[in-house]
């Protein structure tokens, strides 16, 4: 694999400099790109598409949260793109204002500290591969101020700490042997012990504690998932609706499945933590064309991807944004294949089947986990459809075909009796661009 790329952000030419050459003497980071202001980290880290950004909290034009709000929104566009901030302030409402939407694939460091045993560096490996890391000074200011209401045991200082690092509750449940049920009710109690002795001095810091608690609980009730797998403003459409677990609504949506051609054989002969790399390279690639199609990921099976267009915006379209996304994705595949031949890495063949029906829109699950979902003959059909993708291709069924405001060049592969259904499909099958000029990418690979 190729190192980690990062972009930097500081409105400091000096920390810029500085953290430049702190990092480049690390063999396995890359630095791709800089920016002084808000709108240059947004536009550079587009064109960029780093690995990893590195800001400053207070960037022209107003020197407020300049970092952090462009971070989030490159966090939007790219969900895979780690996020390190970098801030001479230890105020722990920062670390809050960064850590609100969750705190995976980010981390907050103190300028004065960072070059203590290559912090900096650690915490770019770190939010690369979706970690977060915070800077012990940071996690001191959030919980010392309640500390010194006394009355707290070791225990009740370990789970104060989890708290303050922004975990979730189930991740808490899971570090600590326990249920989510009996997390919850210890940390209530906690605060309620808190609240009890806190003076007026150190009521702040308690107000700061309750509002992470607060943010933590609303993630584990409206699911986590449903943040992280929705593009941008969608969850919180959803969640304007009023929508409770178990509503749904009829909806016609064009499904979108891919897949990796003989992704077990590939496992089989690459190193794990490659393969962990690769693959989430894939999704992040996928991911960004799916959104920029205007397309929703419904989720990631093994290293299967699964989107939806129209859903759960109701589009008229939906049929030729799924094809578009299809190209992209291929597109995009093709490249980081090429990439991959060159360092001796097994390339990900990638075939898709799109389904075009009507679809039950809903969010299920429970308390425990919340998910947006839909369920249907479509869902079922593209999965079914693409097995018929080989490398390059795209399988749509008869239904997406009418859908299409453009019919594309395509082999029209006759009646198909698909397993689960007991009516045939008459797929279609697309070829890119990319796999007319060049052939499969895996033949590349499999004869290096």
Same mark, same amino acid.
């Given at each position: 694999?190729?190192?980690?790329? &990062?972009?930097?952000?500081?409105?400091?030419?000096?920390?810029?400099?500085?953290?430049?050459?702190? $990092?480049?003497?690390?063999?396995?980071?890359?630095?791709?790109?800089?920016?002084?202001?808000?709108?240059?980290?947004?536009?550079? /880290?587009?064109? %960029?598409?780093?690995?990893?950004?590195?800001?400053?909290?207070?960037?022209?034009?107003?020197?407020?949260?300049?970092? =952090?709000?462009?971070?989030? $929104?490159?966090?939007?566009?790219?969900?895979?793109?780690?996020?390190?901030?970098?801030?001479?302030?230890?105020?722990?409402?920062?670390?809050?204002? @960064?850590?609100?939407?969750? *705190? /995976?694939?980010?981390?907050?460091?103190?300028?004065?500290?960072? /070059?203590?045993?290559?912090? $900096?560096?650690?915490?770019?490996?770190?939010?690369?591969?979706?970690?977060?890391?915070?800077?012990?000074?940071?996690?001191? *200011?959030?919980?010392?101020?309640?500390?010194?209401?006394?009355?707290?045991?070791?225990?009740?200082?370990?789970?104060?700490?989890?708290?303050?690092?922004?975990?979730?509750?189930?991740?808490?449940?899971?570090?600590?042997?326990?249920?989510?049920?009996?997390?919850?009710?210890?940390?209530?109690? $906690?605060?309620?012990? @808190?609240?009890?002795?806190?003076?007026?001095?150190?009521?702040?810091?308690?107000?700061?504690?309750?509002?992470?608690?607060? %943010?933590?609980?609303?993630?584990?009730?409206?699911?986590?998932?449903?943040?992280?797998?929705?593009?941008?403003?969608?969850?919180?459409?959803?969640?304007?609706?009023?929508?409770?677990?178990?509503?749904?609504?009829? @909806?016609?949506?064009?499904?979108?499945?891919?897949?990796?051609?003989?992704?077990?054989? =590939?496992?089989?002969?690459?190193?794990?933590? +490659? @393969?962990?790399?690769?693959?989430?390279?894939?999704?992040?690639?996928?991911?960004?064309? =799916?959104?920029?199609?205007?397309?929703?990921?419904?989720?990631?099976?093994?290293?299967?991807?699964?989107?939806?267009?129209?859903?759960?915006?109701?589009?008229?379209?939906?049929?030729?944004? *799924?094809?578009?996304?299809?190209?992209?994705?291929?597109?995009?595949?093709?490249?980081?294949?090429?990439?991959?031949?060159?360092?001796?890495?097994?390339?990900?063949?990638?075939?898709?089947?799109?389904?075009?029906?009507?679809?039950?829109?809903?969010? +299920?699950?429970?308390?425990?986990?919340?998910?947006?979902?839909?369920?249907?003959? %479509? &869902?079922?059909?593209?999965?079914?459809?693409?097995?018929?993708?080989?490398?390059?291709? =795209?399988?749509?069924?008869? &239904?997406?075909?009418?859908?299409?405001? &453009?019919?594309?060049?395509a082999e029209d592969l006759g009646p198909h009796l698909v397993k689960g259904r007991s009516t045939p499909v008459q797929p279609r099958k697309i070829a890119t661009d990319t796999h007319r000029a060049t052939g499969s990418v895996a033949s590349q690979g499999a004869a290096t």
């Open positions: 694999m190729g190192p980690i790329t &990062v972009f930097v952000a500081d409105d400091s030419v000096f920390i810029r400099e500085g953290v430049k050459a702190m $990092l480049a003497r690390q063999h396995d980071l890359e630095i791709v790109g800089e920016a002084a202001d808000h709108d240059g980290l947004v536009d550079g /880290a587009e064109a %960029a598409a780093p690995n990893v950004v590195v800001s400053d909290i207070r960037m022209p034009p107003n020197f407020h949260r300049e970092g =952090i709000e462009a971070c989030k $929104l490159i966090r939007k566009r790219h969900p895979g793109t780690g996020i390190v901030i970098l801030s001479q302030y230890d105020d722990p409402d920062y670390a809050i204002a @960064l850590l609100s939407e969750g *705190a /995976a694939g980010y981390a907050y460091l103190l300028k004065d500290r960072i /070059a203590e045993g290559d912090q $900096l560096a650690r915490a770019i490996r770190e939010v690369a591969s979706g970690g977060s890391m915070l800077d012990p000074a940071v996690v001191s *200011a959030l919980i010392s101020p309640v500390r010194r209401t006394g009355g707290l045991d070791a225990e009740d200082d370990v789970l104060l700490e989890m708290v303050a690092e922004g975990k979730p509750i189930k991740a808490i449940a899971a570090a600590t042997k326990s249920t989510p049920g009996a997390v919850e009710a210890r940390v209530e109690s $906690l605060f309620v012990r @808190l609240a009890e002795g806190v003076s007026a001095g150190t009521a702040g810091a308690l107000d700061r504690l309750k509002r992470i608690h607060a %943010a933590i609980v609303l993630r584990e009730e409206q699911g986590e998932s449903l943040s992280r797998l929705l593009p941008t403003g969608v969850a919180d459409r959803i969640r304007a609706r009023g929508a409770h677990p178990g509503d749904s609504e009829e @909806l016609n949506v064009t499904v979108l499945m891919s897949d990796i051609r003989g992704y077990s054989t =590939i496992s089989e002969s690459t190193d794990p933590s +490659l @393969l962990a790399q690769q693959l989430n390279r894939h999704r992040a690639e996928m991911n960004k064309a =799916i959104l920029d199609a205007g397309g929703t990921v419904m989720q990631y099976v093994g290293d299967a991807v699964m989107a939806v267009f129209g859903a759960p915006e109701p589009s008229a379209d939906h049929a030729d944004r *799924a094809l578009v996304a299809a190209h992209a994705m291929h597109a995009a595949q093709a490249v980081v294949n090429s990439e991959w031949v060159r360092e001796g890495l097994a390339p990900f063949p990638l075939g898709i089947g799109l389904s075009t029906g009507d679809v039950a829109a809903a969010l +299920l699950g429970s308390e425990e986990r919340l998910e947006y979902t839909v369920v249907g003959d %479509a &869902v079922n059909l593209s999965q079914r459809l693409q097995q018929f993708a080989a490398d390059g291709e =795209i399988v749509v069924s008869d &239904v997406t075909w009418d859908e299409l405001s &453009v019919k594309p060049e």
